[in-house]
């Protein structure tokens, strides 16, 4: 029988290099643990071709039956919504893939196929901007590690009140936590009950309020991220009040004005929708990649939406951009938890 069913080009076909193989392999067999009578769905662009031929061999190893889409072939971009004959797919499928190179305003055809991923509780990993270099150092960590620090992390932060976190850098801000809204745990290991990103290792909520300032010297998220990267020699200070940004102050005026038209873009764009804890202890620094970098250890925030089908918040927003700080220390109740970017807690 025949595993295989291209909707577009065969990923079969195109060549790529050998070491895009661990990555690839714990991504199918470690993370997402996919089994020889599943069926899969692997989205791609062009850009990440050799990526997904690398998945897709993984996946002909495991013997499960794929279907895979090169979005170029399909529509053209920036998306302004999801092909259709993937949203069909995603209807049919146990196991999804996405590894694609984000582009400007395509925010909203995402959220189209995660609408669908939540709605039929597909095991699904979302590869935003996945690229060699996050191959091979973020997807070859040991996932089954980076979930047992993320539960004791999570175990910790689910009886918690109150967070603080600071940095050297300036960050000084304190996330007071609603009982209503849950924590999540996306360490890698994905279930049916929460998609993931890859790679893993966070834990996140909707804060009932954050006060205070970031510094954010490590990277902002969606396409503003490639177009900035590393921040560190040229950070972005913001500050919030009441849970909503109040001010937005770099050197970089373009940085400025991009991220403060981005947070302005709906009425809850400006609001903090994620509070959340990286926990992937085998990244040693910022690499100007958000997939990777917001898993690093340490804090950081999303404005914009909240993951409310997940969290319990009954809030929402067309946008979502997440802020990446360095080397914090964070307090949970009183008690610290990491220092320098060092958990504390074994």
């Keep these: 029988m025949n595993k295989v069913s291209h909707a577009n080009r065969p990923l079969n076909t195109v060549p790529f290099d050998s070491e895009l193989t661990p990555g690839a392999r714990n991504a199918v067999e470690v993370c997402l643990r996919v089994q020889a009578s599943e069926r899969v769905t692997v989205i791609t662009d062009e850009a990440s071709l050799e990526i997904a031929a690398a998945i897709a061999r993984e996946l002909e190893a495991v013997g499960a039956r794929y279907h895979a889409f090169v979005l170029e072939?399909?529509?053209?971009?920036?998306?302004?919504?999801?092909?259709?004959?993937?949203?069909?797919?995603?209807?049919?499928?146990?196991?999804?893939?996405?590894?694609?190179?984000?582009?400007?305003?395509?925010?909203?055809?995402?959220?189209?196929?995660?609408?669908?991923?939540?709605?039929?509780k597909i095991r699904h990993a979302?590869?935003?901007?996945?690229?060699?270099?996050?191959?091979?150092?973020?997807?070859?960590?040991?996932?089954?590690?980076?979930?047992?620090?993320?539960?004791?992390?999570?175990?910790?932060?689910?009886?918690?009140?109150?967070?603080?976190?600071?940095?050297?850098?300036?960050?000084?801000?304190?996330?007071?936590?609603?009982?209503?809204?849950?924590?999540?745990k996306t360490s890698g290991i994905i279930s049916r009950e929460k998609w993931g990103n890859l790679p893993g290792g966070e834990v996140f909520t909707t804060p009932g309020e954050v006060?205070?300032?970031?510094?954010?010297?490590?990277?902002?998220?969606?396409?503003?991220?490639?177009?900035?990267?590393?921040?560190?020699?040229?950070?972005?200070?913001?500050?919030?009040?009441?849970?909503?940004l109040v001010s937005a102050e770099s050197r970089n005026l373009e940085l400025r004005e991009d991220f403060w038209a981005y947070t302005h873009t709906d009425e809850n764009s400006d609001r903090v929708g994620e509070f959340a804890i990286g926990t992937n202890v085998e990244l040693k620094d910022v690499i100007g990649e958000i997939l990777q970098d917001e898993k690093y250890p340490g804090v950081h925030i999303a404005f914009g939406n909240p993951y409310g089908a997940h969290t319990g918040a009954e809030w929402y927003s067309s946008t979502h951009i997440d802020v990446v700080g360095r080397k914090f220390d964070i307090w949970v109740d009183g008690e610290q938890m990491m220092r320098g970017g060092e958990f504390l807690i074994g």
């Design 73 to 120: 072939e399909l529509a053209e971009r920036p998306l302004g919504t999801l092909p259709q004959e993937i949203l069909d797919d995603l209807e049919t499928t146990d196991v999804s893939l996405f590894a694609v190179q984000a582009q400007r305003n395509e925010l909203k055809s995402r959220m189209q196929m995660t609408e669908v991923v939540n709605r039929r």
């Design 126 to 184: 979302h590869m935003v901007n996945i690229n060699r270099r996050i191959m091979l150092e973020g997807m070859r960590a040991d996932f089954l590690k980076v979930d047992r620090i993320s539960q004791k992390v999570v175990d910790m932060v689910r009886k918690a009140s109150e967070i603080r976190a600071k940095t050297l850098a300036g960050t000084d801000l304190v996330a007071r936590l609603n009982p209503a809204y849950k924590w999540l």
């Design 211 to 244: 006060n205070g300032t970031f510094v954010i010297d490590g990277v902002v998220g969606d396409y503003l991220c490639a177009k900035f990267g590393d921040l560190k020699g040229n950070p972005l200070t913001i500050r919030m009040e009441g849970n909503r």
